[in-house]
């Protein structure tokens, strides 16, 4: 990632996480980057472990992706689904059509985001 991405690092996040208080402590340095990089939602399937009530305070908010990426798939339908071309074309270890891939998405809890590339004009 730190190639592809190195604009995505985010420092100074560490002595943020001993003040912080989540239902799984091992998922303090998540909220901790968040915080030290400014940002004001985790995008997560783990919507347990990051309670809105600890976050709000913070000013942080959590997100499952699926609607997230619905929202901003309505807002610019062409855009996400030239993204979703571009992460198929994208993969290295296998080939799928991108129906397969529509269906991985599906399976991997983004059936929403799948239901709205497969339609028609998505």
Known sequence: ???????????GWEPLVDGLSLPDPGDRHVLAAV???SLGVILTMNLRDFPPGALAPLGVAVAHPDPFLC?????DPEA????????????SRSTPTFGAY????RRQGLPSLAARLCAPGG
Do not use: C, K, Q, T
């Not at 990632?1 to 420092?11: I, K």
């Not at 996400?80 to 993969?91: C, F, I, K």
């Open 35 to 37: 915080i030290a990089a």
């Open 71 to 75: 929202a901003l798939h309505d807002a």
């Open 80 to 91: 996400v689904r030239a993204s979703a071309e571009a992460a198929h074309a994208n993969l």
């Open 1 to 11: 990632m730190d190639r592809v991405l190195p604009e995505a690092e985010v420092r």
């Open 102 to 105: 529509l269906d991985a998405l």
